[in-house]
């Protein structure tokens, strides 16, 4: 049986790839990890759960030998607009985090460990139409550079120790389950909730702000098909472009409308502007699509149906 770790796991994308996770290899197999407990409500709160803080090197270690960890998908980290108010904090978990996490895979021999990078790894110097998979990498965020880092010393451990460690570098994702985490595409998550609750929103990006996004389903089949892909067809390793959708903030806002015609859009641009503004409109993910058959199944009026549905649904209108 696979023995699976999973960090951040009660954040965005660990909190819905973590009961996937245990369809897959069991509830017993997958360990959940992060450095607060999940409330008793949490989709994985059924299953094994360690409160663990990546930053410290020998929690991790003694985690990944006495458990005889054999696969870790490693979704801890601080995002964009946090990480700007906390850069020091950023650093340490982004990319002491990571380092710990990669000792500890070399030094047991773990077989196989996914990092997610991120379109932050971009910068106002890289072509922003699509961006391409090989290209200036030279962010203005801490965030972006500690997943450049990632990025670099992920494939250093391939190449240097023969590691299977594999990454993407996800667009904004959507959801409907855990909040977001403090990124700069939350905007497209914390719209929807206040167009049901409130018909209301204020946005803090302007209107004709477009940036590549995904919808979770298609975050967790990207996730899963870069896992299972054979070693031998992958040409990179910590680095995937994959793209599902880009729209404008104003696009949005008038697809949500379709479903909600009462709904009212403003717009005050934060300091998460200026960070939107050095990411790319789109992503050239044609190696994911040929290496690993990526394609996306969501558009934005098929994940907006679906957001709207599933919010309405919860709380009940
Ligand atoms: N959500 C997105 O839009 C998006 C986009 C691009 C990349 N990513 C990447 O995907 C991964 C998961 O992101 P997410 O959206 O679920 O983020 P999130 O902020 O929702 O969750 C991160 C989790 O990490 C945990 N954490 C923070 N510090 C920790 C520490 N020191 N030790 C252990 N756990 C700690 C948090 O408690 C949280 O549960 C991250 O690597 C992120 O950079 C996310």
């Known amino acids: ?51 663990v803080d990546v930053r410290d090197r020998e929690r991790i270690r003694s985690l990944v030998a006495d458990l005889r ?31 710990n996490v990669l000792e500890a895979a070399r030094e047991f021999s773990v077989g196989r460990v996914f990092c997610p990078s991120s379109i932050a790894v971009f910068g106002p110097e890289t072509p922003r139409d699509p961006a391409p998979q090989l290209t200036v990498l030279r962010p203005t965020t801490m965030y ?11 494939d250093y451990y391939v190449h240097r120790y023969g590691l299977d460690i594999r990454g993407l570098r996800y667009p904004g994702i959507i959801s409907s389950e855990a909040p977001p985490g403090g990124g700069t595409t939350d905007y ?7 167009a049901i609750q409130a018909e209301q929103y204020t946005c803090f990006v302007r209107p004709d702000t477009v ?10 089949k990207a996730t899963l098909a870069l896992m299972d892909a054979d070693f031998g067809r992958l040409s990179r390793h ?21 479903h909600i015609p009462s709904f009212v859009c ?22 994911a699509r040929g290496d690993w058959d990526w394609r996306p199944a969501y558009d934005l009026a098929t994940m907006t149906a679906d957001m709207v549905r599933r919010l309405k649904l919860r709380f009940g209108k």
């Open 1 to 51: 049986m696979q023995r699976v770790l999973v960090t951040g796991a009660g954040g965005q994308i660990g909190s819905e790839l973590t009961p996937i996770l245990r369809k897959r290899h069991g509830t017993s197999g997958v360990v959940a990890t992060d450095i607060r407990r999940p409330g008793a409500a949490s989709a994985f709160a059924d299953g094994p759960f360690e409160i």
């Open 69 to 99: 960890i054999d696969t870790i998908y490693h979704m801890a980290a601080i995002l964009s607009a946090t990480g700007e108010a906390n850069p020091r904090l950023a650093w340490e978990v982004n990319v002491g985090g990571w380092a």
């Open 144 to 154: 972006g550079l500690s997943k450049v880092t990632g990025e670099l010393v992920g």
């Open 188 to 194: 497209a998550v914390d719209i929807f909730y206040q």
């Open 211 to 220: 940036l590549p996004m995904m919808y979770m389903p298609d975050c967790i």
């Open 238 to 258: 910590c680095d995937y472009n994959v793209a599902g959708m880009s729209f404008s903030a104003a696009e949005l806002a008038a697809e949500i409308r379709k």
């Open 266 to 287: 403003e717009y005050a641009p934060d300091f998460r502007q200026a960070i939107a503004d050095s990411w790319p409109l789109c992503l050239d993910d044609s190696l």
